[in-house]
T-cell receptor
Framework: SQQGEEDPQALSIQEGENATMNCSYK?????LQWYRQNSGRGLVHLIL?????REKHSGRLRVTLDTSKKSSSLLITASRAADTASYFC????????????FGAGTRLAVHP | DVKVTQSSRYLVKRTGEKVFLECVQD?????MFWYRQDPGLGLRLIYF???????EKGDIPEGYSVSREKKERFSLILESASTNQTSMYLC???????????FGPGTRLTVL
């Protein structure tokens, strides 16, 4: 069964607006990662946050993690048309070769 | 720069055919993974390999097998393709000392 579930499934915004995507998961994790996928392509790693961290930044990306609520959010500030893609959260676990379990993703459309 | 390549971007096969999907990475990573991606289901792990000649079943191994004879190459085999194996197949690799996975561009397989 899926560990991570993203919300919303789809998001449509204008250029310059902020985009927020949420991810909920069910069991304890070692880390949580966000990946991006352009249409019909492979996934690209964006950012990783460990279970002992609460917030992390990378450029226009801001990720938060609330382990008590088993949830994470990805904020993209000042969005651009080039940010149009699907975004996936993936939960990682210690041991077990650190397999990742992916959610179903959020499809983001940024309109010029 | 990290690179994961997959043998085909698009593949069309007939029911009952034996299908080979090849993945090559140039990062000297021990761990390699095969996922399938279907709308609304996200990525699901089929098999992974933690080293040469080592393999472990993922969440949906039925109907698939794998081969890892060399460190850089991980092959996914559909012994007798069926229409329900029509999907996007993604390969990834990982340095076991890090948590990030690097993905190939994907192979979109259609089984008629």
């Amino acid at each position: 069964s899926q560990q991570g579930e993203e919300d919303p499934q789809a998001l449509s915004i204008q250029e310059g607006e902020n985009a927020t995507m949420n991810c909920s998961y069910k069991t304890s994790i070692n880390n949580l990662q966000w990946y991006r996928q352009n249409s019909g392509r492979g996934l690209v790693h964006l950012i990783l946050i460990r279970s002992n961290e609460r917030e992390k930044h990378s450029g226009r990306l801001r990720v938060t993690l609330d382990t008590s609520k088993k949830s994470s959010s990805l904020l993209i500030t000042a969005s651009r048309a080039a940010d149009t893609a699907s975004y996936f959260c993936a939960t990682g676990f210690s041991g077990g070769y650190n397999k990742l379990i992916f959610g179903a993703g959020t499809r983001l459309a940024v309109h010029p | 720069d990290v690179k994961v390549t997959q043998s085909s971007r698009y593949l069309v096969k007939r029911t009952g055919e034996k299908v080979f999907l090849e993945c090559v990475q140039d990062m000297d990573h021990e761990n390699m993974f095969w996922y399938r991606q279907d709308p609304g289901l996200g990525l699901r792990l089929i098999y992974f390999s933690y080293d040469v000649k080592m393999k472990e079943k993922g969440d949906i191994p039925e109907g698939y097998s794998v081969s890892r004879e060399k460190k850089e190459r991980f092959s996914l085999i559909l012994e007798s393709a069926s229409t329900n194996q029509t999907s996007m197949y993604l390969c990834a690799s990982r340095n076991p000392r890090a948590d990030t996975q690097y993905f190939g561009p994907g192979t979109r397989l259609t089984v008629l």
